[in-house]
């Protein structure tokens, strides 16, 4: 069985600060591990993704994520926060021979002038 | 760039009727999913779909739910007979391979009254 925990519902940081948003997985097999972000009134957009390739990942907007197998972790983080970063975010695992995405819970970010 | 696309973006429908829900996957992708996110609520896994038959589903996904795709680049979901509780967000997804990253649509709200 897989499972996602997002550690965090409501992230609010300050415009140009860093955002980190926490993640950690369990799955029996390889899992692939993604983060989708969803604005308001749109679907869900890819920001990125681990596929048991680099285990540091960059994705779209400034975006990355560190895969750390040893602490079943994936967070997401970007150095400086834009006021467009205001969403929710949601980690989600895939093991190898599983066709379904398991999403966490979500992560609210809220960006402050 | 492709995309998915789901229409209506939001439909009201009465307790007891039928409703489906369309979607246009990428189109050389070959893996068709549906989800639901109930207000407030993680995304759910409903249905995977492959080479015209059901690939995985999830317990949500009774008798009450099928999944067609019609013609060469339509993808349904049907609900034989609504119950306030499928007032949901449904998502549709497509893939190229079934470990590869899933695009998703902008999502039907569906309201059952």
């Known amino acids: 069985a897989q499972s996602v925990t997002q550690l965090d519902s409501h992230v609010s940081v300050s415009e140009g600060t860093p955002v980190l948003l926490r993640c950690n997985y369990s799955?029996?097999?390889?899992?692939?591990l993604f983060w989708y972000v969803q604005h308001p009134n749109k679907g869900l957009q890819l920001l990125l993704k681990y596929t048991s390739a680099a285990t540091l990942v960059k994705g779209i907007n400034g975006f990355e994520a560190e895969f750390k197998k040893s602490e079943t972790s994936f967070h997401l983080t970007k150095p400086s926060a834009h006021m467009s970063d205001a969403a929710e975010y949601f980690c989600?695992?895939?093991?190898?021979?599983?066709?379904?995405?398991?999403f966490g819970a979500g992560t609210t970010v809220t960006v402050r002038a | 760039e492709p995309e998915v696309t789901q229409t209506p973006s939001h439909q009201v429908t009465q307790m007891g009727q039928e409703v489906i829900l369309r979607c246009v996957p990428i189109?050389?992708?070959?893996?068709f999913y549906w989800y639901r996110q109930i207000l407030g609520q993680k995304v759910e896994f409903l249905v995977s779909f492959y080479n015209n038959e059901i690939s995985e589903k999830s317990e949500i996904f009774d008798d009450q739910f099928s999944v067609e795709r019609p013609d060469g680049s339509n993808f349904t979901l049907k609900i034989r007979s609504t119950k306030l509780e499928d007032s949901a967000m449904y998502f549709c997804a497509s893939s190229e391979l079934p470990n590869t990253e899933a695009f998703f649509g902008q999502g039907t709200r569906l309201t059952v009254v």
């Open positions: 189109s050389n992708h070959l893996y």
């Open positions: 989600v695992v895939r093991t190898y021979n599983d066709y379904k995405l398991s």
């Open positions: 799955s029996s097999y390889s899992p692939s």
